[in-house]
């Protein structure tokens, strides 16, 4: 089917009808291939006409030429209970040069579920009266995938919001930069954001969406908070959501988990970038030991054709929490500070064990050897083995981000800086510069600690730090595997601080190759000292340093045994044991030497 035409008559429309039909289920798609080409083509668009609705919904345009070839347009209907007709309109504003063409028209995933004669199984939903047989997921999600609405019967409306009547008990971020938005139809900017909602399929719909046009400037960003829900065990709170990421310079959309109030939590999900012109479902399956919230932030890209939308966010398997998230307050270590300590007879020189307020020597904590009841004298301390699976730092802590004021400071989002990340988050083409697996799973799923060399400028570098350890052995070291691949890639270095005196241990720099590599530096003895990782950004952002799997092996100091050396052990001149099978090997066990003494 094809115009043709060239003549100068103001505001003449060709319109081409489909049939009616009657509904459409919740994965209806529709495709086709146009053609619009010529000097003055002009635009087109093809607008969705509800039974019931005086205003039509715009689900598609063409604005201008496009060249001398077919394109394909694929449009997301979703599902649209009431009879419903497509028009596709093509409009001559005075003078007319061009052709417009349009071929090959299909619906695909219109029909609803067909009925099924059982559904058993604890993930299946059997529909009320289509009989359909549905994954239980698809439960109070704010989408009749039933065709029947039995699907989304008896659900707890706390548990949901398709933002038809506000925010329901979802709120503003105040320490954010800017707040979303609540809008209907398209957003005020041409080729980015909705042309409508998820919910109704429509331009009566309401959604959020992030502005991406001026005031708001790169890396900006808003935050969205959920209701507060009482502790989930393996992940049987599940969080649903529909995103619309469309634009050349849409950015970033990330969701957090955080048990404590004011801190920005821990990430569970990102996505990068431009993913088209359609509304796309996120499940998410959440686990906690404590009360928590979610967080959803959007954060702006370089230019105004980034906006980003969300709809239809609900909770399944989750109940509410009536209560407050606790508080922490911070020391420079990046450590909790407890509020009251048991009661106890310690000097100001000695650590109090938590539990039993027994006594011991500051050396002690920190150690890599616990000596209180509870372990509370390595509770504030790096984790002897770190994979970063549990989606925590371990204990170590970013000691710039530390000093810099509030969670959400302008500062902290552009700059580089150790973040966590794994392969199933990376935007297209980032896998050739970070890590698609981790190393501890070998899987897109599994997380690691990366350097973002996205944020930041050449020459730029990040530390990642160790709180304070105490006391290391004679055999202490620290192994870990490292990625360094990308065409830009900067460098990484192991640091000891002591003080204010800082050495370099290790050093790597360039490109490395597309697989995980192990290291091993040797620290031996060692009082009152931190390890630090710092990275350092190249040329440009394809090249982000990243580690997994860091492990402090045989880090424990000597114990000075209650008794005396056995006939097969060696006495050091300080009074720890070790096996004579040590002796003069050129590895100083003793701790001072004694064991390499040319006097043996």
């Known amino acids: 089917m094809f115009i043709l035409k060239s003549n100068n008559s103001i505001s003449q429309v060709a319109q081409l009808r489909s049939p009616k039909f009657r509904q459409a289920g919740s994965n209806c798609t529709l495709s086709f291939w146009y053609y619009n080409y010529g000097q003055s083509v002009g635009a087109a668009e093809l607008q969705l006409l509800v039974d019931g609705l005086k205003q039509p919904t715009v689900l598609w345009r063409a604005y201008y030429n496009e060249g001398n070839q077919w394109l394909k347009a694929v449009i997301q209907l979703g599902r649209l209970p009431h009879p419903f007709q497509l028009s596709l309109d093509k409009i001559s504003l005075g003078f007319y040069d061009g052709i417009s063409a349009i071929d090959d028209i299909t619906f695909e995933n219109c029909a609803l579920p067909p009925p099924a004669l059982s559904c058993e199984g604890p993930n299946r939903f059997w529909c009320r009266d289509t009989k359909a047989c549905i994954d239980s997921l698809l439960v109070c999600d704010l989408v009749d995938n039933c065709g029947d609405g039995s699907d989304e019967d008896n659900c707890n409306p706390d548990l949901q919001c398709n933002f038809e009547t506000g925010l329901c008990n979802w709120e503003q971020d105040v320490e954010d930069d800017f707040d979303w938005v609540r809008t209907q139809g398209p957003t005020p900017t041409a080729n980015t954001g909705p042309l409508k909602d998820h919910t109704t399929g429509t331009a009566r719909g309401h959604y959020l969406y992030m502005e991406s046009s001026k005031p708001s400037q790169f890396q900006d960003k808003a935050v969205l908070l959920s209701p507060l829900f009482n502790p989930s065990g393996n992940g049987t709170c599940i969080f649903r959501f529909h995103y619309h990421m469309f634009g050349k310079q849409v950015y970033k959309l990330s969701v957090f988990q955080r048990t404590v109030s004011n801190t920005k939590g821990w990430l569970l999900w990102y996505k990068f970038g431009n993913q088209g012109n359609r509304w796309i479902r996120q499940t998410l399956y959440i686990s906690s030991s404590k009360p928590f919230q979610i967080l959803v932030k959007g954060t702006v890209g370089d230019g105004f054709t980034g906006d980003i939308g969300l709809d239809d966010m609900s909770f399944l398997g989750c109940t509410l929490y009536n209560g407050n998230l606790p508080t922490i307050s911070t020391t420079t270590s990046g450590t909790s500070v407890p509020a009251t300590l048991p009661m106890n007879n310690c000097t100001e020189k000695e650590f109090v064990c938590r539990a039993s307020g027994r006594c011991i020597q500051m050396i002690q904590k920190c150690d890599f050897r616990p000596d209180c009841s509870d372990k509370s004298d390595e509770s504030a301390c790096v984790m002897e083995v770190c994979d970063f699976e549990d989606k925590t730092q371990c204990g170590w802590y970013q000691p710039a981000l530390e000093q810099m004021s509030g969670n959400y400071s302008t500062h902290t989002t552009s700059i580089f800086k150790w973040e966590l990340g794994r392969g199933a988050n990376l935007y297209p083409g980032q896998e050739k510069h970070c890590p698609l697996i981790d190393h501890t799973t070998c899987t897109e799923e599994g997380w690691y600690l ?99 799997d860091i492990t402090f092996e045989d880090c424990s100091p000597l114990l000075i045994p209650g008794r005396p050396c056995t006939s097969e052990e060696f006495t050091c001149a300080n009074k720890y044991c070790i096996p004579k099978d040590n002796l003069c090997d050129f590895v100083n066990d003793c701790a001072d030497n004694s064991d390499e003494s040319p006097t043996i």
Request: aromatic content about 10%.
């Open 450 to 548: 990366f350097a973002d060399s996205s944020n930041g400028e050449f020459g730029h570098t990040v530390d990642i730090a160790t709180p304070v350890i105490s006391l290391t052995g004679p055999k202490c070291k620290i192994v870990f595997w490292n990625h360094m691949n990308g065409s830009t890639i900067g460098s990484l270095e192991v640091l000891c601080k002591t003080g204010n005196r800082t050495s370099k241990l290790w050093t790597q720099s360039g490109n490395q190759g597309p697989q995980w590599n192990r290291a091993e530096v040797f620290l031996g003895i060692r009082s009152n000292f931190q390890v630090v990782f710092r990275a350092k950004r190249g040329v440009s952002y394809m090249g982000d340093v990243a580690v997994d």
